[in-house]
């Protein structure tokens, strides 16, 4: 089945360039030339993946990327032509699961867009993987990606979800930052450890009751991260 992607951004060579070349590799594009339409788009259409610029009419992409994180935790790749780093942090402190910098390949995109693709779905393992992984009030359910603490829904994007389910699935084991990139992320990311301590600081923000004193993910200094026995 193809790959339904959505297509933002306001300079529409830009958005007709993007199209024609992931068309030509199967896929199926929509498209989108502001934030109101954007989000519009995302409540009503289901996307595979969101290719999301910055700079945009009516609503930033942030504010998009951050009310698209309010009903879905489909897999966001912000474009912005900022190449200072605080913005690139700032896009994946809105929810993007990645981020490309304006001017660029657009053999990159398609290689950035198809391996976040290819990792977001649950992948297989030689073992049977338990479905659902419980410690104490938490309970992490592998198919369909969800997340309960006593019972309550939290919800997390696919990257969030991906560190926490690699943590809990060996409770007490250290994986250092360059492990979990490597790990979630891939061998061939481009991008370096801090996002993996935005996405460590953000899952936090979401499960524990008081973030700068965690009970489930705990940091081991100066090595990494572990989910707590």
Known sequence: MAKKVLVVDDEKLIVKGIRFSLEQDGMEVDCAYDGEEALEKAKNGTYDIILLDVMLPKLTGF????????????????????????????????????????????????ARLKAIM???????????????????????????????????????????????????????????????????WGADYPGDVRTVDVHVRRLREKIESSPSEPKYVQTKWGTGYYFKE
Do not use: H
């Open 63 to 110: 504010e998009v990327c951050q009310q698209i994180r309010e009903f879905s935790n489909v897999p966001v790749v912000m474009l912005t032509a900022k190449g200072d780093d605080m913005d690139k942090i700032l896009g994946l402190d809105y929810g993007a699961d990645d981020y490309i910098t304006k001017p660029f390949n657009i053999l990159e995109v398609k």
């Open 118 to 184: 290819r990792r977001t779905v649950p992948r297989e393992s030689k073992e049977t993987k338990a479905a659902t992984l419980e410690r104490g009030d938490m309970r992490v359910n592998r198919e369909d990606r969800r997340v309960y603490i006593s019972g309550k829904e939290i919800n997390l994007t696919s990257k969030e979800f991906e560190v926490l389910e690699l943590l809990m699935s060996n409770p007490g084991k250290v994986y250092s930052r360059e492990n979990l990139l490597k790990s979630v």
